[in-house]
């Protein structure tokens, strides 16, 4: 059985080419649970927004303390938010990486 946590933060200003990695290293000693979850705009490109699920209370108050802190020359923004914003989030990666849900979007066809 999955223990789960309740404890959940959102990443706002961040660069656009903040990799996963980038964030998990940015919130300094803090035990992450799954993955960072880059949000997507609605051209599949990153918004500058991620959201993490946190181990506990101590992770939560450590990823708080990085808040306004700098990534790439930007200052990064870290709210605590709930289970159902980071679902949300998750399971709209989870749909955009699913086959039957690709689409390729183009332009500047010739008629």
């Not at 656009?16 to 799954?34: H, P, Q, S």
Request: aromatic share 6%.
């Amino acid at each position: 059985q999955k223990m789960v946590t309740n404890y959940h933060i959102k990443l706002s200003g961040l660069p656009w080419k903040a990799t996963e990695k980038e964030i998990a290293e940015f919130l300094v000693d803090c035990e992450i649970v799954g993955n960072v979850v880059i949000i997507n705009n609605e051209t599949g490109r990153p918004s500058g927004d991620a959201v993490v699920r946190l181990l506990n209370k101590v992770d939560l108050e450590r990823a708080l303390k990085c808040n306004k802190k700098h990534l790439h020359d930007r200052f990064v923004v870290i709210e605590e938010t709930n289970n159902e914003t980071y679902s949300k989030h998750i399971q709209n990666v989870e749909n955009i990486e699913t086959e039957e849900n690709a689409f390729i979007h183009l332009k500047g066809l010739v008629w």
